[in-house]
């Protein structure tokens, strides 16, 4: 059954443009390839936040959007397990190891922004994804009626808790 509710979009597209301008920035961008991510759950993080025209057209399906769920979950725990401890220096010598140039002082300042603001930004990244589960799960029940929810049927989604408090 394909979801095609306004409200599930409108969060789908926040997620889209703060992922894209506040975590996968061009100055966290290397950083974040130093989480342990299964190929599967980059591809998921990736379409959810590049394909919204696409799920516009087609809809989301309940199991798609727990998957998308499930896999931004983990990849923030990694974030704030791996990252943020070491993310000025992960960032500093990426940096270094791809340029021989010093930067130009307005990409120090963004590059020291992005770096200073990501924990905060990830903590939005949180809220939204769980705004997005808050607001497919309803919308499983509802379409489900007496019989049980695709979520149910999930265990990882008993973990979700975990995965996104911040530690």
Same mark, same amino acid.
């Given at each position: 059954?394909? &979801?095609?509710?306004?409200?599930?979009?409108?969060?789908?597209?926040?997620?889209?443009?703060?992922?894209?301008?506040?975590?996968?920035?061009?100055?966290?961008?290397?950083?974040?390839? &130093? +989480?342990?991510?299964?190929?599967?759950?980059?591809?998921? +993080?990736? %379409? +959810?936040?590049?394909?919204?025209?696409?799920?516009?057209?087609? %809809?989301?399906?309940?199991?798609?959007?727990?998957?998308?769920? +499930?896999?931004?979950?983990?990849?923030?725990?990694?974030?704030?397990?791996?990252?943020?401890?070491?993310?000025?220096? &992960?960032?500093?010598?990426?940096?270094?190891?791809?340029?021989?140039?010093?930067?130009?002082? /307005?990409?120090?300042?963004?590059?020291?922004?992005?770096?200073?603001?990501?924990?905060?930004?990830? %903590?939005?990244?949180?809220?939204? &994804?769980?705004?997005?589960?808050?607001?497919?799960?309803?919308?499983?029940?509802?379409?489900? %009626?007496?019989? /049980?929810?695709?979520?149910?049927?999930?265990?990882?989604?008993?973990?979700?808790?975990?995965?996104?408090?911040?530690?």
């Amino acid at each position: 059954m394909a &979801i095609k509710e306004p409200d599930i979009y409108k969060i789908v597209e926040k997620i889209s443009d703060h992922y894209q301008n506040n975590i996968n920035n061009r100055f966290v961008h290397k950083a974040l390839l &130093i +989480l342990e991510l299964p190929q599967s759950e980059w591809n998921r +993080l990736d %379409g +959810l936040t590049t394909k919204s025209d696409y799920y516009k057209t087609q %809809g989301f399906q309940f199991d798609e959007l727990y998957e998308v769920v +499930l896999a931004a979950a983990h990849f923030i725990y990694q974030a704030r397990q791996k990252l943020i401890p070491n993310l000025k220096a &992960i960032v500093q010598s990426a940096r270094a190891a791809h340029s021989k140039e010093e930067p130009s002082d /307005p990409d120090m300042i963004l590059r020291d922004m992005a770096v200073h603001n990501f924990p905060a930004n990830l %903590g939005i990244l949180t809220d939204l &994804i769980n705004e997005l589960y808050t607001r497919t799960a309803s919308q499983d029940r509802q379409a489900h %009626g007496k019989k /049980p929810p695709i979520y149910e049927k999930i265990p990882e989604l008993k973990e979700l808790d975990r995965y996104l408090a911040s530690s």
